[in-house]
Each structure stands twice: as C-alpha cells, then as structure tokens.
C-alpha cells in the first residue's frame, strides 16, 4: 500500500509564505496528486491538484494567484508553495493521490497543520 507523507506545515504570520512536501512512499510515482485542507468545524475542502503529463493544475478559488502546486525533478515529491496566507488559510493540510484511470482519491496523507496568525 503505498503511503503519503506531507511534511512543511507550522506557523507563520499572516503576509508570510510556506511551503508543503508530499512525498509517496518508495518513491512511486503518483499520477494526479491533490491537496486538500480542513480547518475546525469545516468540511475537508480541494486546494489544488496536479495531473500527469503536461502537469496541468488546478486551484480552488479562493488560492488562485496565491498558492502555486508543483512536482520535483524526480516527480516523486509534490510541493505546494504557499504565498500571501491568511489567517482563513489555517487548517490541517492533506496530500492525496490517484492511481492512472482512477476516479476517486486512493491515497491520503495524515495531514499537516497550517497555522497563520494575525
């Protein structure tokens, strides 16, 4: 079973910038990798997803311009740069993935926490 690793979270203050690491266990490959957040009292919410091949991401509203998703050299690490947060940005912060030809989120990560003071 292959495992999700997110590893960047803490704390930082509002106008600062952070940036998370999801990284599959033996290093496979994940095609569609996403991350996700969920703050107190919240639903789980999609913040951005990046596909094989050309790389093509998503972003959720409310992160466009502000938060940009990216894979290593090696595509074994999945980052997502966080610039500009916000005290609403706080949350614990999920890595998932999708096998090829799969519909669903077959993998998750246990989560990172994302603190943004103000």
């Known amino acids: 079973q292959v495992q999700l690793v997110e590893s960047g979270g803490g704390l930082v203050q509002a106008g600062g910038s952070l940036r998370l690491s999801c990284a599959a266990s033996?290093?496979?490959?994940?095609?569609?990798v996403g991350w996700f957040r969920q703050a107190p009292g919240q639903e789980r919410e999609f913040v951005a997803g990046?596909?094989?091949?050309?790389?093509?991401?998503d972003y959720a509203d409310s992160v466009k311009g502000r938060f940009t998703i990216s894979r290593d050299n090696q595509k074994v690490t999945v980052l997502l740069q966080m610039n500009s947060l916000q005290s609403e940005d706080t949350a614990v912060y999920y890595c998932?993935?999708?096998?090829?030809?799969?519909?669903?989120?077959?993998?998750w990560g246990q989560g990172t926490q994302v603190t943004v003071s103000s």
């Open positions: 998932a993935g999708k096998r090829g030809g799969s519909s669903s989120w077959d993998y």
């Open positions: 033996r290093r496979t490959f994940i095609p569609t």
């Open positions: 990046i596909r094989a091949g050309r790389g093509t991401a």
